[in-house]
Structures are given as C-alpha cells and as structure tokens.
C-alpha cells in the first residue's frame, strides 16, 4: 500500500517533473469517474485499497458528473443534498489515510459548455468548493472533463483563479476533449500547472467516425501515438509537466462507439504508458471501461459496450502491469532523463515497430512493442560497466543477460512469446 504524504505536491525545478516535498513523485492515475456518485463508503475503501496496493497514487474522479432524474434507476447521488457533501469529506478522508491523492473535477465539462455552469454562477460554486476543502494536502484540481478549452473558456479561467484564491500552491490541471491537450489553450496561463492530454480511444484509421467526438479538422491527428503529445507539449517555450490524462482503456471497444469493434487490451494499456513515458510524460493514467462508469449489474447495459462488472474488472491484467513501469522509472534519477531515439543505430521505426528510448547518466530504457529488435549506440556509456536485462512488463520480471563493457554499439532482440503482444523492456545500469 502506498506511504503517506512526503511533503507537498509541486511541479519540479526542471519543470517537466513533480515533486512529492524532496521526493520525484510519478503519477500513476486511475480513472474514476462516477466513484463519488455511484458508490458507498465501504464499495470505495475497496476499490482504493485494490488501487493503492498495484502503486496507483491518484485518482481522478468527478463531484458531479450528471445530475439524477427521478426513478430512472441510475444509482446517482443527488449532489444538491448536503449530504453528499459529507460523504466526499468522508471520501476524502479514506483516501488520505490509504496515501492516495484525488484528482477532482468540480463538475464534467459538458455543465459548462451547456452554460449550467456559467459566468453569474461559477463564483458561488468554486467558492464553496475552496472553503471547503482550503488546506487540504491530497486534492489536486482538475478542470474540464471531456471538453475542448474554448467551449468554456471564460469560465474554466475564472474558476481556476477562484480555486487557486483559496490554495495557490494546490496543483491544477485540465481534463480535455479527445485526442486535443490543456495546453492548445492554457499553457500560458499561469494557474495550470500540468498539462492533461487524451490520446483517446481511437486506432490509427479512426480519424473520423461521424460521432460527437471527432475532432477539428484543422487539428492533428496523431492516433495511437500518444507520446507526439509529450514531444509537442515539451516543445512550448514555457515548459510544464505533461502527461496522458485518458488513453484507450482497457475493455473499450476500439473507436469508442461501435462494440462490435475489437476491445482494447492489456497490452495496448501497456504500450500508451511506456511509449509516452519514455517520451518523457511525467507519469500515465490508466482507465478500464468498467471501472471508470461503476458498471454494477450484468443483467442491465452498461456504457460503450461494457462487457463486465466494475468488481471483475478490479482484477483486469492492465491494472497491475502498470506499477512495474512507475517501480522502473522510481529506480533511476529519471527526472533527469530525456527521451533518445538518437541512440538508435538501427533507425526509429513507426506505429508498432516503434522502439522507445529513455536514457540518464547511468542507464538506458528501451521498449520494443512488437520486440523486432534493434541496434543501439552505447559509445558515450562505453566508459562503464552496464548490466543488462530483459524486463517483461507484464509482471514486471528482470531476467539478467550480460555485462558490458566498452562496447560502442550492440544489437538486442528480446525472445519472442507464443501469444499476445511481443513487448519487451530493455534495461541497462550501471553496474555497481
């Protein structure tokens, strides 16, 4: 289970990182949505102590994310009771105790881009959310909710001052629209602290469903490569740390809409977090379809062809594979590491065949997806003994091959497995 608080959450000096007090912090999210408004105290210490154990250290969840319609069996809390409010006290509380931080949404975009929430009211809410909550040491705000920034931007901007009125040193971010990051709108501005971008749920040829949720045409379309996100959010004059606030989920259908679509699996949860945390993302947030709505019953239908029940999908493989990428990076100095497909001899390749590079002082990381191989220039780490390994991201296994020493350059293939994806971690140290 997860240590208590070090110190205070902060974005580090480099500006790519957060810091726990003196301690790197990399996040590792899990997404939550209808936690506060579908579950009891008792089904939420469950989920989060499931949560804390696999080194999940936030999570993102909404305070209200639709408001209940009398008798239609939705299970949603009414958010106007007061007592609601003494239950997210408690909620928070339970949290605190467990380690965990929250990632709070006051509210899912679509209240503002719906003007429910709006300029003559956004004073009052965000006001009673900063009183409330003024002090506490695992909140960290997150705006938006599924929506383009310029669908509300007046008032995501003075909800922001507002919170920040209350706890300026409290970290904010912003939750936005699919395949789009905060910063097309926000990176200047200075109560945004981190930027969130959704990947989304798409493939590479999903460019355009004819759905709600596709894009602008005027706006890049990057696929599944999430780590060109990292790239061009780390590409801003002003640097601030980035990472993948909503990626394709685990039991999803591929594109989101159509269930007859492939479902997206573990290993596909695997490669948006390593690809974009060795882009340099400054941690990953995982979701499963299942446990972001709370789907509680087989026998009635769930969201974007749900497949199982949120207590099911606790155990889903994804879930617990990606600590060993937080336990990897936590080895290292990796808040001094760049991404460095240059020491690539072999070349970068695209899409699957696609090798990610991260690299210190005194170590190398690289994932190779679909574990063709590659060659790689060791000349400015000749100069040290590496030991070398072959990490299996499923569970996180490091099996020893080699020592080098003085070598300028060496070929790597990872053993091929007989079923699912062929992805590998290559993880050279420096010897002790």
């Known amino acids: 289970m997860n240590e208590m608080y070090r110190g205070t959450l902060r974005v580090s000096e480099n500006g790519k990182y957060l810091m726990e007090g003196d301690r790197p912090f990399f996040w590792l999210g899990d997404t939550a949505w209808l936690m506060l408004q579908k579950l009891s105290l008792d089904e939420i210490r469950t989920y989060f102590r499931n949560r804390a154990e696999k080194g999940f250290n936030i999570i993102l969840t909404t305070l209200v994310h639709k408001m209940p319609a009398p008798g239609d069996g939705s299970g949603i809390r009414d958010v106007t009771d007061p007592a609601y409010w003494r239950f997210v006290d408690s909620v928070l509380e339970l949290s605190?105790?467990?380690?965990?931080?929250?990632?709070l949404l006051p509210a899912w975009g679509s209240f503002v881009k719906s003007g429910i929430?709006?300029?003559?009211?956004?004073?009052?809410?965000?006001?009673?959310l900063g009183r409330r909550w003024r002090g506490r040491e695992n909140i960290v705000w997150v705006l938006g909710g599924d929506v383009r920034g310029d669908a509300g931007f007046d008032v995501f901007c003075r909800e922001a001052e507002i919170l920040k009125s209350f706890d300026p040193g409290r970290l904010m971010a912003f939750h936005p629209f699919g395949r789009t990051s905060s910063s097309l709108w926000f990176q200047e501005r200075e109560w945004l602290d981190i930027d969130l971008f959704q990947s989304g749920h798409r493939r590479y040829d999903q460019s355009r469903l004819g759905q709600w949720d596709d894009n602008k045409n005027t706006e890049e379309f990057f696929g599944e490569d999430n780590w060109r996100y990292v790239l061009r959010d780390h590409a801003y004059p002003t640097k601030k740390p980035t990472l993948d606030g909503e990626p394709s989920y685990e039991g999803i259908p591929q594109g989101l809409h159509d269930p007859h679509e492939p479902y997206w699996?573990?290993?596909?949860?695997?490669?948006?977090?390593?690809?974009?945390?060795?882009?340099?993302?400054?941690?990953?947030?995982?979701?499963?379809?299942?446990?972001?709505?709370?789907?509680?019953?087989?026998?009635?239908?769930?969201?974007?062809?749900v497949r199982e029940t949120w207590r099911e999908a606790l155990h889903a493989p994804g879930s617990s594979q990606l600590g060993h990428l937080k336990g990897l990076m936590e080895s290292v100095d990796f808040m001094n590491g760049v991404p460095r497909d240059g020491l690539l001899l072999s070349g970068q390749r695209e899409?699957?065949?696609?090798?990610?590079?991260?690299?210190?002082?005194?170590?190398?990381?690289?994932?190779?997806?679909?574990?063709?191989?590659?060659?790689?220039?060791?000349?400015?780490?000749?100069?040290?003994a590496m030991d070398a390994w072959w990490m299996d991201p499923r569970n996180g296994t490091l099996s020893y091959f080699?020592?080098?020493?003085?070598?300028?350059?060496?070929?790597?293939?990872?053993?091929?497995?007989?079923?699912?994806?062929?992805?590998?971690v290559l993880v050279l140290k420096k010897a002790p």
């Open 351 to 384: 899409r699957y065949h696609r090798v990610s590079v991260f690299a210190g002082e005194d170590y190398i990381f690289c994932y190779d997806y679909s574990g063709d191989g590659f060659e790689l220039d060791l000349g400015e780490y000749s100069h040290m």
């Open 117 to 128: 929430l709006n300029m003559e009211n956004i004073e009052t809410y965000a006001g009673f």
């Open 402 to 424: 080699d020592t080098l020493r003085g070598q300028e350059r060496r070929f790597f293939r990872p053993t091929a497995r007989k079923s699912g994806a062929n992805d590998w």
């Open 265 to 305: 699996e573990e290993w596909d949860a695997r490669r948006y977090a390593y690809w974009s945390v060795f882009a340099g993302a400054a941690g990953h947030t995982y979701g499963h379809n299942a446990v972001m709505q709370f789907h509680a019953s087989p026998e009635k239908p769930g969201a974007y062809g």
């Open 96 to 103: 605190r105790e467990m380690g965990l931080y929250l990632g």
